[in-house]
């Protein structure tokens, strides 16, 4: 599914905002299938890494390339933000919403949101109420749906677990390893160690806005190759 | 949901929109339209010519400027000079009178300026002056208005000061604004006899030829503006010089006082 | 206090009688003010999502540009078109002055900058929510527009209705440019005007509880039909 997209070139990356370094310089490469997971502690540069490589930041250095151009690429990826936005429309018309920008019909529209909805298990909420209506985790299902029904190639995923009870963390990682398995290439962040063990096949570790380390997850786990990742790991605050 | 409501309001507001009979434009004094003479006229002309008559009630200042501009087919106007430079510049075909009324003078009941035993408009007009009783003026190019600067000039005098009070507005706002301050103020018969808010003013001189007051009619010249209904405006010249006119004009009453004398030549047809 | 009640007892006796004249007066201030007001959300509601989702050098000064329009004397408004439509002026030749249309004109330029205006307060919030949603959704610029648009309707519709009642108590320059001719453009607040100017305090009054109670019920059946206070939570 994943042919032409990646791989996902990053050269020299830099954010500076307000005259400060947030991130960076930073340099990898996202290649191949499987769930990435950009982890760290809270601050240190995973929701502006992510957002930079989805096209929201105007970068300050540096250099972010899809293997098939920016344009073809921005089409086939979608963005889950950590926190939902939500829009002033029904629970499904958000879902479908979408789809009507592709201009598919309202009917096909939200008969395609309802299935989404059923497959991110967004059940027992009545979809036709105001999306303000849904609790924390169903409006992270609600932004997944939202996120999935394109069938983007690429999903990004900010934190999606950052507030949420272990009920429903449990639920959206199913999916997640579902629409891994299904082949969606998925990049997200947590500054959660047991979600990223969970859900990992490659671990980028950020700590205060640099890049210490990208590799596999087990070699990540086995071996941390510095002593901030070795910390975070072991759950010890920072001195 | 909103879109259907404005599509529909739409056409509701489509629907609306009237069909247009025949029609003249005429521009006519505030003292006339404020007689009620005009709601009894209207509907006769409607009925004998099938001209529906719509009236701009402005001064006659502005009245002729709306003639001049070709904005309206014709005036209804009483103001003689005016009406003649009107005509000398081109603006239109020629004048025809149509009906006098009369203006009057009215002021606060105690009369601190002894105007109600005067013999003229000029010497009630000197002794407001010498008094310095407070006086409200029209200000505002009216025929009124025109009048009033008359007679000041007959009587000798320059109105100044702080007694002299032009308010650059309509006969019922000026009246409106003398009988709050208790002021003199030259008005046409109709204004005041229609006007409710008199509160201590009362009529104090009348019946002098000097305040006597010639209303014309003046076609708008169609060479000058090729698009002003010129037919409609000769039959309506037609009717307001004839017979019925006459009947009606002369029939008019208003708190039982006649306001109007017709005193047209009936039109000789071309 | 006497011409208030007066005026009071006028007004239900003309409205009880459904007084033909004030039915036609009433029906003509409503068809020119909610066609001025249609179109001027037709024209403002767009521009003032639009100038919210836009960066471009002179935005700036088209908002302060609005702004000043607000706050524009409707009297000079009416003389503006009043020359504009005079027969010796450059638009002369469509006949339009002293015409309901010709006051159409004049109040769409008062209202549309307030709508506008207000529209782009709104939408202005609602796309700072929106923002990253749509970027990421890469929207075109003319989805984004439709998006607020609809999304925040509820508030366009007050803009809308800020604009009506602007309109609806404009006299000065509906005035001017239609003439105040009985049967043609004679309306309700021109009608206030010269049974005021003819001294006659308490008809202009009945007419005024007249205009209020028109406003009223137009504001109250627009909320209605459009569920204002059903989708609170939205
Ligand atoms: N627009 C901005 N202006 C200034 N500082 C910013 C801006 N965006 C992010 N930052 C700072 O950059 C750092 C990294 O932020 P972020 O990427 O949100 O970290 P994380 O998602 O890992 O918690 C934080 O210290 C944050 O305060
Ligand atoms: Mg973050």
Same mark, same amino acid.
């Given at each position: =599914?994943?042919?032409?997209?990646?791989?996902?070139?990053?050269?020299?990356?830099?954010? /500076?905002?307000?005259?400060? /370094?947030?991130?960076?310089?930073?340099?990898?490469?996202?290649?191949?299938?499987?769930?990435?997971?950009?982890?760290?502690?809270?601050?240190?540069?995973?929701?502006?890494?992510?957002?930079?490589?989805?096209?929201?930041?105007?970068?300050?250095?540096?250099?972010?390339?899809?293997?098939?151009?920016?344009?073809?690429?921005?089409? +086939?990826?979608?963005?889950?933000?950590?926190?939902?936005?939500?829009?002033?429309?029904?629970?499904?018309?958000?879902?479908?919403?979408?789809?009507?920008?592709?201009?598919?019909?309202?009917?096909?529209?939200?008969?395609?949101?309802?299935?989404?909805?059923?497959?991110? #298990?967004?059940?027992?909420?009545?979809?036709?109420?105001?999306?303000?209506?849904?609790?924390?985790?169903?409006?992270?299902?609600?932004?997944?749906?939202? $996120?999935?029904?394109?069938?983007?190639?690429?999903?990004?995923?900010?934190?999606?677990?950052?507030?949420?009870?272990?009920?429903?963390?449990?639920?959206?990682?199913?999916?997640?390893?579902?629409?891994?398995?299904?082949?969606?290439?998925?990049?997200?962040?947590?500054?959660?160690? #047991?979600?990223?063990?969970?859900? *990992?096949?490659?671990?980028?570790?950020?700590? *205060?806005?640099?890049?210490?380390?990208?590799?596999? $997850?087990?070699?990540?786990?086995?071996?941390?190759?510095?002593?901030?990742?070795?910390?975070?790991?072991?759950?010890?605050?920072?001195? | 949901?909103?879109?259907?409501?404005?599509?529909?309001?739409?056409?509701? %507001?489509? %629907?609306?929109?009237?069909?247009?009979?025949?029609?003249? +434009?005429?521009?006519?004094?505030?003292?006339?339209?404020?007689? !009620?003479?005009?709601?009894?006229?209207?509907?006769?002309? &409607?009925?004998?010519?099938?001209?529906?008559?719509?009236?701009?009630?402005?001064?006659?200042?502005?009245? %002729?400027?709306?003639?001049?501009?070709?904005?309206?087919?014709?005036?209804?106007?009483?103001?003689?000079?005016?009406?003649?430079?009107?005509?000398?510049?081109?603006?239109?075909?020629?004048? /025809?009178?149509? =009906?006098?009324?009369?203006?009057?003078?009215?002021?606060?009941?105690?009369?601190?300026?002894?105007?109600? !035993?005067?013999?003229?408009?000029?010497?009630?007009?000197?002794?407001?002056?010498?008094?310095? &009783? @407070?006086?409200?003026? +029209?200000?505002?190019?009216?025929?009124?208005? +025109? &009048?009033?600067?008359?007679?000041?000039?007959?009587?000798?005098?320059? @109105?100044?000061? *702080?007694?002299?009070?032009?308010?650059?507005? !309509?006969?019922?706002?000026?009246?409106?604004?003398?009988?709050?301050? #208790?002021?003199?103020?030259?008005?046409?018969?109709?204004?005041?006899?229609?006007?409710?808010?008199?509160?201590?003013?009362?009529?104090?001189?009348?019946?002098?030829?000097?305040?006597?007051?010639?209303?014309?009619?003046?076609?708008?010249?169609?060479?000058?503006?090729?698009?002003?209904?010129?037919?409609?405006?000769?039959?309506?010249?037609?009717?307001?010089?004839? @017979?019925?006119?006459?009947?009606?004009?002369?029939?008019?009453? %208003?708190?039982?006082?006649?306001?109007?004398?017709?005193?047209?030549? @009936?039109?000789?047809?071309? | 206090?006497?011409?208030?009640?007066?005026?009071?007892?006028?007004?239900?006796?003309?409205?009880?009688?459904?007084?033909?004249?004030?039915?036609?007066?009433?029906?003509?201030?409503?068809?020119?003010?909610?066609?001025?007001?249609?179109?001027?959300?037709?024209?403002?509601?767009?521009?003032?999502?639009?100038?919210?989702?836009?960066?471009?050098?002179?935005?700036?000064?088209?908002?302060?540009?609005?702004? &000043?329009?607000?706050?524009?004397?409707?009297?000079?408004? #009416?003389?503006?078109?009043?020359?504009?439509?005079?027969?010796? !002026?450059?638009?002369?030749?469509?006949?339009?002055?002293?015409?309901?249309?010709?006051?159409?004109?004049?109040?769409?330029?008062?209202?549309?900058?307030?709508?506008?205006?207000?529209?782009?307060?709104?939408?202005?919030?609602?796309?700072?929510?929106?923002?990253?949603?749509?970027?990421?959704?890469?929207?075109?610029?003319?989805?984004?527009?439709?998006?607020?648009?609809?999304?925040?309707?509820?508030?366009?519709?007050?803009?809308?209705?800020?604009?009506?009642?602007?309109?609806?108590?404009?006299?000065?320059?509906?005035?001017?440019?239609?003439?105040?001719?009985?049967?043609?453009?004679?309306?309700?607040?021109?009608?206030?005007?010269?049974?005021?100017?003819?001294?006659?305090?308490?008809?202009?009054?009945?007419?005024?509880?007249?205009?209020?109670?028109?406003?009223?019920?137009?504001?109250?059946?627009?909320?209605?039909?459009?569920?204002?206070?059903?989708?609170?939570?939205?």
């Amino acid at each position: =599914m994943v042919t032409n997209l990646l791989p996902l070139r990053i050269t020299d990356l830099e954010l /500076r905002r307000a005259g400060r /370094r947030i991130l960076g310089p930073i340099s990898l490469t996202l290649e191949g299938r499987g769930i990435t997971v950009v982890l760290g502690p809270n601050g240190s540069g995973k929701t502006s890494l992510l957002r930079a490589m989805h096209g929201l930041e105007r970068l300050s250095a540096g250099r972010i390339d899809w293997a098939c151009g920016e344009a073809v690429a921005r089409a +086939r990826q979608a963005f889950v933000f950590q926190t939902p936005i939500l829009m002033r429309r029904s629970v499904l018309d958000c879902i479908a919403y979408p789809l009507v920008l592709d201009g598919v019909g309202r009917r096909a529209a939200r008969a395609a949101a309802r299935a989404m909805a059923d497959s991110v #298990g967004l059940t027992g909420v009545a979809l036709d109420a105001p999306a303000s209506v849904l609790s924390g985790g169903e409006r992270q299902k609600m932004a997944l749906a939202r $996120a999935l029904i394109r069938q983007p190639q690429i999903l990004f995923l900010d934190e999606p677990c950052a507030n949420l009870d272990n009920a429903s963390t449990r639920e959206i990682e199913t999916v997640l390893l579902r629409e891994s398995a299904r082949g969606v290439r998925i990049v997200m962040s947590t500054h959660n160690v #047991g979600q990223a063990r969970r859900l *990992a096949d490659e671990i980028v570790f950020l700590f *205060a806005g640099r890049l210490h380390e990208a590799a596999p $997850a087990r070699e990540f786990f086995a071996g941390p190759a510095t002593p901030e990742a070795r910390a975070h790991i072991a759950g010890d605050l920072p001195t | 949901m909103i879109a259907r409501l404005i599509s529909s309001l739409l056409l509701v %507001l489509l %629907l609306a929109t009237p069909l247009r009979a025949e029609m003249l +434009r005429m521009a006519v004094t505030t003292s006339f339209a404020n007689s !009620g003479l005009a709601d009894i006229l209207l509907p006769e002309i &409607a009925r004998d010519t099938g001209i529906e008559l719509q009236l701009l009630i402005v001064g006659t200042g502005q009245a %002729l400027r709306l003639g001049a501009a070709g904005d309206v087919d014709a005036v209804l106007v009483h103001s003689r000079e005016a009406e003649e430079a009107f005509i000398a510049q081109g603006h239109a075909t020629h004048r /025809r009178e149509i =009906m006098y009324n009369d203006f009057i003078i009215v002021g606060p009941r105690h009369d601190p300026a002894h105007v109600a !035993g005067a013999g003229s408009a000029a010497e009630a007009f000197a002794r407001i002056a010498r008094a310095g &009783a @407070p006086f409200v003026s +029209r200000g505002d190019d009216s025929g009124t208005h +025109r &009048a009033e600067l008359s007679i000041w000039s007959r009587a000798g005098v320059t @109105p100044s000061g *702080a007694w002299y009070r032009a308010t650059g507005q !309509g006969m019922g706002a000026a009246l409106n604004t003398a009988s709050g301050m #208790g002021a003199y103020i030259l008005t046409d018969r109709a204004s005041w006899l229609n006007f409710s808010n008199r509160a201590d003013l009362v009529l104090l001189v009348q019946g002098d030829p000097a305040l006597f007051n010639q209303y014309a009619f003046l076609p708008v010249n169609p060479a000058r503006h090729p698009h002003v209904r010129a037919q409609e405006a000769a039959l309506v010249e037609a009717w307001l010089t004839g @017979p019925r006119a006459r009947e009606l004009i002369d029939g008019y009453r %208003l708190h039982g006082q006649q306001l109007f004398h017709f005193n047209a030549t @009936p039109m000789v047809t071309k | 206090m006497n011409d208030i009640v007066s005026g009071l007892t006028q007004a239900v006796r003309l409205i009880a009688t459904l007084d033909a004249n004030l039915v036609e007066i009433s029906l003509r201030s409503l068809q020119v003010t909610l066609s001025a007001t249609v179109i001027a959300s037709a024209l403002g509601l767009p521009l003032g999502a639009w100038l919210a989702v836009s960066r471009f050098r002179l935005r700036r000064v088209v908002i302060a540009t609005l702004n &000043a329009l607000m706050g524009l004397p409707p009297v000079v408004v #009416g003389l503006i078109v009043y020359v504009m439509l005079s027969r010796s !002026g450059p638009l002369g030749v469509l006949g339009l002055l002293f015409t309901p249309t010709a006051m159409i004109i004049a109040q769409v330029i008062i209202i549309t900058p307030i709508i506008a205006s207000i529209a782009h307060q709104a939408i202005r919030e609602l796309w700072a929510d929106y923002h990253d949603l749509l970027i990421s959704l890469h929207t075109t610029r003319a989805q984004r527009v439709a998006t607020l648009l609809w999304d925040s309707r509820r508030a366009l519709l007050t803009a809308s209705l800020a604009g009506f009642g602007r309109a609806i108590g404009e006299v000065g320059a509906i005035m001017i440019v239609g003439g105040n001719i009985d049967h043609a453009t004679r309306v309700l607040t021109t009608a206030i005007a010269l049974e005021t100017a003819k001294g006659d305090f308490a008809m202009a009054l009945a007419l005024g509880f007249v205009l209020i109670g028109l406003a009223l019920a137009i504001n109250l059946a627009l909320h209605v039909l459009s569920g204002t206070e059903r989708g609170s939570r939205w």
